[in-house]
Nanobody
């Protein structure tokens, strides 16, 4: 699976952004079987999970984004999105899309989100 992330940018604190991730080199019937997630990374820190959505549609969020971010997937379009509301400067990071199926995972190229105070 090849992943292409988009939607990052510069936004003021309190604003919103919507990240999208499109999968290619796979077919719809294979895409739906993947668990999808968004991770973020800043500076020299480890990449951390922001939100995930399983093949069955179950969602999971980092405590820091609960109530502000929402992950969704559209299997017919082979895509996953992350709606980010009430953004804070601490949300500034490079955001990566991830696809997992069994022991195999793929990463997108990352999209930069900058939240100014």
């Amino acid at each position: 699976v090849q992943l292409q992330a988009s939607g990052g940018g510069l936004v003021q604190a309190g604003g919103y952004l919507r990240l999208s991730c499109a999968a290619s080199r796979t077919i719809t019937s294979v895409f739906w079987a993947h668990d999808m997630g968004w991770y973020r990374q800043t500076g020299g820190k480890e990449r951390e999970l922001v939100a995930s959505i399983s093949a069955g549609g179950s969602t999971n969020y980092a405590d820091s984004v609960k109530g502000r971010f929402a992950i969704s997937r559209d299997n017919s379009k082979k895509s996953v999105s992350l709606q980010m509301n009430s953004l804070k400067p601490d949300d500034t990071a490079v955001y990566y899309c991830n696809a997992k199926r069994g022991h195999v995972q793929s990463w997108g190229q990352g999209t930069l989100v900058t939240v100014s105070s």
